[in-house]
């Protein structure tokens, strides 16, 4: 599994409350803020949700994502 960088770049003003509510799943909320995660198949359908509002990078293995929180 590879760990992805989720970016939102636009505002969930006007979204309906299930995309609002995935943004903040997410650990969005503002335009610009970021949020590592781990690829799954249950992030993956969380990001077709809301693919308009967010733009996602990978950031290499797995490791990268414990590496950083230690």
Avoid: N, W
Wanted: positive net charge; glycine residues 12%.
């Amino acid at each position: 599994m590879s760990a992805l960088l989720i970016t939102q770049v636009k505002s969930g003003i006007g979204q309906s409350g299930r995309h609002r509510g995935t943004l903040r799943a997410l650990g969005l909320g503002k335009i610009g803020r970021s949020a590592e995660h781990v690829d799954s198949p249950q992030l993956q359908g969380m990001l077709r949700q809301v693919r308009h509002l967010v733009t996602v990078a990978p950031l290499g293995p797995q490791r990268s994502i414990e590496e950083r929180s230690a």
